[in-house]
């Protein structure tokens, strides 16, 4: 009996290892899990003590995840200075969290304290999958209306020469996922190779853009059959939307330098405009002056293809949200000046100046410095922080910044500057 036994369980095990090693029956399996995917970021007490009721006034939880969520839970450890855990309090957060955002929260009550409160820590321990989550994801939202493939002769390269992507919904995206299926062509009957992609650009909601040149890697020259699916993409705020369009960013970087990039935007209507690059003002040209060794926005156009239509929609959402928080857009490097220092050493700042032009105020500036060789290779980087809250609409200038341990002595011509993060006091 236990021979037989044995002998159903290896075949069960042989009939379904395929569908284990299939990468279809891992996205089909795939399980939303709001622990993995959703972090306290920041928070801070605006009530507490012993029989009191227990306030965070702010908290702040970022979604890394696909799936938007709600009704997140929130506990907060209480502990002595030694690490003695004295208890702990419970709360809900009902709002939606969209996939890929961060927000901040106001007063979430915790209940009755019964303890002293000398250290804390927040953590989320659950959440559920919101209603929008699966109308809001890209793969359901983005569709392909047309695209060309152009196979490799001896099975080493392939190209989507051309391929459109409409997004209907109302959240932008960038680097989206592409999965070519190639059937036949393989070892063995019914063989199929599958090939991921990602498109390194941006889709604004709504709008309609046709890509070109898309490298896919490994090709089969005898498929008979390919298929495009779209698998995924991060969602972006209007105001990162604007900011990566505007140059600003490694990705809006390689946006601009990308010949075959956007080439062609459509409207609604079927109507389509191809524009050359816009051309720089001398309003503009003196702004970049002013910026020069900074990493800050640069007034060109991202592609080809960008038209007024998308800037004034995007104008429109961003005046619709004014107090959307994206630092790496807010707050601007305006002039800088490499100071003092010696290889082993920290170095300095003789002089920075930074300008917040949102109306939100921040703290904990962190800022990343690059060292380039004159060929432009990198050749090292440090990270440091501004502690100074930068008010609305304020210029601060600072003296003699500390910018870390350099290795080796830095040519001040061939050094760049830009935002990392900041906490906003909303």
Do not use: C
């Not at 995840?65 to 209480?78: M, P």
Request: proline share 4%; glycine share 8%; hydrophobic share 35%.
């Amino acid at each position: 009996m236990k021979s037989i036994i044995h002998a159903a369980t290896i075949t069960l095990a042989l009939l379904l290892f395929p569908l284990l090693l299939s990468p279809q029956a891992d996205v089909a399996y795939a399980q939303p899990n709001p622990r993995e995917d959703l972090t306290v970021t920041d928070y801070s007490w605006k009530s507490y003590g012993v029989g009191r009721i227990a306030t965070l006034g702010r908290i702040t939880v970022a979604n890394s995840g696909k799936t938007n969520y709600k009704n997140i839970k929130i506990r907060v450890d209480l502990f002595t200075r030694t690490g003695k855990l004295l208890g702990s309090l419970q709360g809900k957060i009902a709002e939606e969290l969209p996939a890929g955002s961060q927000k901040t929260f106001s007063n979430l009550d915790l209940g009755l304290m019964n303890s002293d409160l000398e250290n804390s820590e927040a953590m989320v321990t659950g959440a559920e999958v919101s209603g929008s989550s699966l109308s809001a994801g890209a793969e359901n939202v983005i569709f392909i209306k047309n695209w060309e493939f152009e196979g490799a002769s001896f099975g080493t390269e392939g190209f989507i020469t051309e391929i459109t992507l409409e997004n209907t919904g109302k959240t932008h995206f960038k680097n989206m996922k592409l999965l070519l299926t190639e059937k036949g062509g393989g070892t063995g009957p019914g063989s199929s190779h599958l090939s991921s992609v990602t498109i390194h650009d941006v889709l604004p909601a709504g709008e309609e853009r046709t890509f070109t040149g898309i490298n896919v890697g490994f090709s089969s020259p005898k498929a008979v059959e390919r298929s495009i699916a779209v698998s995924g993409a991060e969602a972006i705020t209007t105001k990162e939307l604007n900011y990566i369009l505007s140059g600003g960013g490694s990705l809006g970087e390689r946006i601009k330098k990308k010949i075959s990039s956007v080439s062609i935007l459509r409207k609604k209507n079927g109507e389509k405009k191809t524009e050359p690059p816009k051309q720089t003002s001398s309003s503009d040209e003196s702004e970049s002056a002013y910026n020069e060794g900074t990493e800050g926005v640069s007034p060109t156009a991202s592609s080809v293809g960008s038209t007024s239509s998308a800037a004034d929609k995007n104008t429109e959402l961003s005046q619709e949200q004014p107090r959307e928080a994206f630092p790496k857009h807010d707050i601007v490097i305006r002039e800088f000046e490499w100071g003092s220092g010696i290889p082993g050493a920290t170095a300095t700042l003789s002089k920075l100046v930074i300008e917040n032009i949102s109306d939100i105020a921040y703290e904990k500036i962190e800022l990343e410095i690059e060292f380039f060789k004159s060929s432009n290779a990198p050749f090292g980087s440090n990270r440091f922080k501004i502690k100074e809250v930068l008010a609305p609409k304020q210029v601060m200038w600072l003296r003699n910044v500390q910018v870390g341990f350099i290795s080796k002595l830095p040519d001040p011509n061939h050094i760049k500057l830009r935002v990392i993060k900041a906490k906003a006091i909303m």
